[in-house]
Each structure stands twice: as structure tokens, then as C-alpha cells.
């Protein structure tokens, strides 16, 4: 988003692109796949074998759902969130899994980070508050990931509190 900020005497004071975490890359994609359609085949075997041949269609058909639930959510996690905070604004874009691109503007004298936290679990949810409406940011994030992330990011909006710095070069 810093290519987004083009007045030179405003630099940005903190940048971040938040994507989904996915664990499972593509070669184990392909090894669970592998595994589980060669567990459905011979246990679809063993009830054909049996004489209850109907039951081998949905050994098949379990391969197929289990397929089609991963590449869901592969596609899901082409969402992404990107934060810019300068000394006289902070944006949030959104972009979803389709391309929808939401952008909000804010303030950042005026916006307050605001936390819900559990006990145990630790930060479930980040919200940005500006003039009595929220908005949920970092909602990818695992709750130290989201503890890490509203510690710079309250550091970077407390900067622009500050206001710009500039160095005079005499």
C-alpha cells in the first residue's frame, strides 16, 4: 500500500498486509489426497468384494467432498487486509476471496484500538473505533499474532498522535 501514499512529505509510519494462514501446502495437499482416495478405493473394494457394491459410489463420493471442501478453502484464502497508518490517516482496504475491494479512511486523532479478550485464549477480536461504529480488523490472525499486531500497530497511531516530524537540513 506504500505505492497508494504519494505525498513525499507524509511517509508512511506503518504498513501491513494481513493474509489467512494455510498449513497445509500443496505437496501435502496431494499426500492426504493420495492417502485418503487409496483408503476409500480398498475399503470400496472390500464392500464390493462383499456383495455390497452401491457402498464403493460413496467411497468415491467422500474423496470428492473432501476435494472440493480443501479447494474452498485454498480459494478463501486468497482474502487479504492491508493497514497504512500516516500522520494524517489511516486506511484499511479489505479484499475478499472474489476481489471485492472494501476501503475505509480514518482519522487517527481519532481512532481508538479496542480489544476483546478471553482469559485463557487471549485476543479474540481487534476493532478500530471511529465516531461510535467498529471495525474488525486482523480477524486472520491467531491471538498472539493479533497481540503482536495491536502492539504496533497502537504504537504506530500513538506516532501519528505526535504529528509529523520533519528534520530541517540547514
Do not use: C
Amino acid at each position: 500500500m506504500s505505492a497508494d501514499n504519494l505525498d513525499p512529505l507524509e511517509p508512511t509510519i506503518f504498513s501491513a498486509v494481513i493474509t489467512p494462514h494455510r498449513s497445509l501446502g500443496r505437496v501435502g495437499f496431494l499426500v492426504l489426497m493420495l492417502a485418503f482416495g487409496a483408503v476409500s478405493f480398498v475399503t470400496g473394494m472390500l464392500f464390493m468384494i462383499t456383495g455390497a457394491w452401491p457402498v464403493f459410489g460413496f467411497f468415491g463420493l467422500d474423496v470428492l467432498l473432501l476435494y472440493w471442501a480443501f479447494r474452498l478453502n485454498y480459494l478463501h484464502a486468497l482474502a487479504y487486509e492491508e493497514v497504512e497508518v500516516t500522520s494524517s490517516r489511516l486506511t484499511v482496504r479489505k479484499v475478499s476471496h472474489r476481489g471485492r475491494v472494501r476501503e475505509w479512511v480514518l482519522n487517527p486523532l481519532w481512532v481508538k484500538l479496542d480489544k476483546v479478550a478471553h482469559e485463557e485464549y487471549g485476543i479474540e477480536r481487534l476493532l478500530l473505533v471511529s465516531r461510535g461504529k467498529q471495525l474488525p480488523i486482523a480477524s486472520f490472525l491467531s491471538p498472539d499474532e493479533k497481540a503482536s499486531f495491536a502492539a504496533e500497530l497502537g504504537n504506530a497511531l500513538s506516532e501519528a498522535r505526535r504529528g509529523p516530524t520533519r528534520t530541517v537540513i540547514s
